[in-house]
């Protein structure tokens, strides 16, 4: 079931003005202006890019991790605005040198995939390399994904990790969890009040 679903999600491209949508719609969360904190991959040309999200967490000095290949294996690293990049496997841009970074020192971690549905069910390229990235975490997980490659059901196994949040072009779709990881992370921030977002699709 998975690969059929793979199979599908690689027939269908990610425009780049999905891309720059899905930015512009999480970038308007108060949620996301309250994280100081972030983790977010570096896309691949099948996947929603990060880069506009990635300067305007720059922008903002907010602390910002991207994984890093460390052997056949990835972690965290820390990277800021004089970080130089270089092109890593499968086309991904990796930073030259990065000091490394704790998952639980992260408050929201953007991820990738080749098709989520409503409830945080999130289909991976079946490698798990970012399954493993979020084995220890307490972060608000948010998928990004364009509207076409959103599915009724993504089949779930013990070890797969489902999303707080899904974002596409068109909606945010909140799973039950996150509603909780929200409060504590605008109340970090210093927001009063609940945050905007509630459960369900926006």
Not at 12 to 24: L, M, N
Not at 123 to 136: P, Q, S, T
Not at 186 to 197: D, E, V
């Amino acid at each position: 079931m998975k690969q059929r679903l793979r199979s599908r999600a690689k027939r269908k491209t990610v425009s780049r003005g999905a891309s720059a949508a899905i930015q512009r719609r999480l970038a308007t969360e108060d949620w996301w202006r309250g994280a100081f904190q972030v983790g977010l991959y570096r896309s691949t040309p099948s996947e929603p890019a990060t880069d506009w999200l990635l300067a305007d967490l720059l922008a903002r000095r907010v602390r910002t991790a991207v994984p890093v290949r460390r052997g056949r294996a990835y972690a965290w690293g820390w990277v800021d605005e004089n970080t130089r990049w270089r092109l890593g496997a499968h086309g991904i841009r990796e930073p030259r040198s990065a000091p490394p970074a704790r998952p639980t020192e992260l408050q929201v971690i953007l991820v990738p995939g080749m098709a989520f549905d409503v409830l945080g069910g999130r289909l991976g390229h079946g490698r798990g390399h970012f399954d493993r990235l979020l084995a220890r975490r307490g972060a608000l997980l948010v998928g990004l994904c364009s509207e076409n490659r959103m599915v009724a059901s993504v089949p779930m196994e013990a070890h797969d990790v489902r999303m707080d949040v899904v974002v596409t072009e068109k909606r945010t779709c909140y799973a039950p969890p996150a509603e909780a990881k929200l409060e504590r992370l605008l109340a970090g921030a210093g927001h009063a009040g609940r945050p905007r977002a509630g459960k369900g699709t926006t």
